[in-house]
């Protein structure tokens, strides 16, 4: 299945928060009210998108500090309508491609809970590398939680992506 990726609208916002909100996702993807989407989606500092394929959506990603001049980008946020059926993975590489595209990106970075071993695979399928496990660094669901940190820099996305082919002359 074909994977797009787009920039997501107002319009949207119904769709990200349905899939954050979704079972099983309370304790691994963090939700936000209406009000804190469209602020952050107005805001440059984010970008928002959707994946789509056969042109219905099928997730989001959510990166905060977007064409920064520190060339430092999260993925704050990213989920899937249907996990287990590889969309995500297939997402997670066209967002790393816009991020690399798009913007002068060096470091693109993302965290999981240590024990989400579905998204670590996703992640480092794609070329993330994990760095390390930020001990009680987010304070979710009421409690200090780990997070595994993981990255992927230029020089790396950039051996991997795909070449132009050659011109004929």
Known sequence: MSVTLRRAAAADILFIMRTERLAGYEALV??????RHMAALDDSRYAYFVA????????????RDWASPEHVTLVERVAVAEPGRGLGTAMMRAVADAAFTET????????CFPDNLRARRSYEAI?????????????????HRDLL???????????RAP???PRSS
Do not use: N, Y
């Open 30 to 35: 963090g939700r936000w009210e209406e009000a």
């Open 52 to 63: 789509e394929a056969d042109g219905m959506p099928l997730g989001f990603a959510i990166l």
């Open 104 to 111: 002068d990106v060096h470091r693109l970075w993302i965290c």
């Open 127 to 143: 070329g993330f590398v994990a760095e390390g496990v930020a001990r009680s660094s987010v304070f979710f669901r009421s409690e």
């Open 149 to 159: 940190v993981l990255s992927l820099l230029r020089p790396e996305w950039d051996a």
């Open 163 to 165: 070449k132009p082919a």
